[in-house]
């Protein structure tokens, strides 16, 4: 199916385990971003790519690395999670010259003990 | 940089009943705003948007929003408000780069 999707939906996971959360995207999409989503923060910007083999930081980056090898696919990994991580992440991506339109996949659920 | 204000952290309104949610922006020049809705459980999906032209544009699900430049202002509205809007809404504005801020959210609550 054409879309954006996430995996895993769910995770569950202990203090200073390495996490990998995949984004897939079948549109070609030039932009793609992560986001973290908790409560009474909206969501924050963790890192963004222009383009295969461009990435960047967002607003909050400590903690996490991304990659970007293929257009279509954008993983965000924790290093070393920890409890202050436990959050719902979104992955999006936008076509150039969309003014900005985001499309976003479904969230992971992510909890660190 | 830009930032967007959401004022109403919570809002309950009766079904049938008429909607607006508040959103202020910050941005120097003209913005690219938007509204996303989000239910339970879900991804966001976009309501609407506006780039130019018309200040008053239309969305999905009956929603529409105006654009006042001269208040930063760029409200969502819904004359009839149904159970299934229950959800959060969340503003974002954009500017001459392709990144997003979003406001924290406001929780709507439809009570029978």
């Known amino acids: 199916d054409a879309g954006i999707t996430q995996s895993p939906r769910y995770k569950i996971t202990e203090t200073g385990r390495q996490v990998t959360l995949m984004c897939h995207q079948t549109w070609s999409h030039s932009y793609m971003f992560w986001y973290r989503q908790d409560l009474g923060h909206g969501l924050r910007l963790i890192y963004y790519?222009?383009?295969?083999?461009?990435?960047d930081k967002g607003e909050v980056p400590d903690g996490y690395v991304v990659s970007r090898s293929k257009t279509e696919n954008f993983p965000l990994t924790l290093e070393s999670a920890t409890r202050s991580q436990t959050s719902v992440y979104f992955c999006?991506?936008?076509?150039?010259?969309?003014?900005?339109?985001?499309?976003f996949g479904p969230g992971t659920r992510l909890t660190v003990l | 940089a830009q930032s967007v204000t959401q004022p109403d952290i919570h809002i309950t309104v009766s079904e049938g009943a008429s909607l607006e949610l508040r959103c202020n922006y910050s941005?120097?020049?003209?913005?690219?705003l938007f509204w996303y809705v989000q239910s339970p459980g879900q991804g966001l999906q976009l309501l609407l948007k506006?780039?130019?032209?018309?200040?008053l544009v239309q969305g999905i699900k009956g929603f529409e929003a105006e654009f006042k430049r001269s208040q930063s202002s760029f409200n969502l509205r819904k004359p009839s408000v149904h159970w299934s809007d229950a959800a959060e809404y969340f503003c974002?504005?954009?500017?001459?780069?392709?990144?997003?801020?979003f406001g924290a959210g406001t929780t709507v609550t439809v009570r029978a």
């Open positions: 506006y780039f130019s032209g018309d200040t």
């Open positions: 790519s222009a383009a295969a083999d461009i990435t």
């Open positions: 999006a991506s936008s076509p150039l010259r969309a003014h900005n339109e985001q499309f």
């Open positions: 941005y120097g020049a003209t913005p690219y």
């Open positions: 974002a504005v954009g500017g001459h780069d392709y990144k997003l801020s």
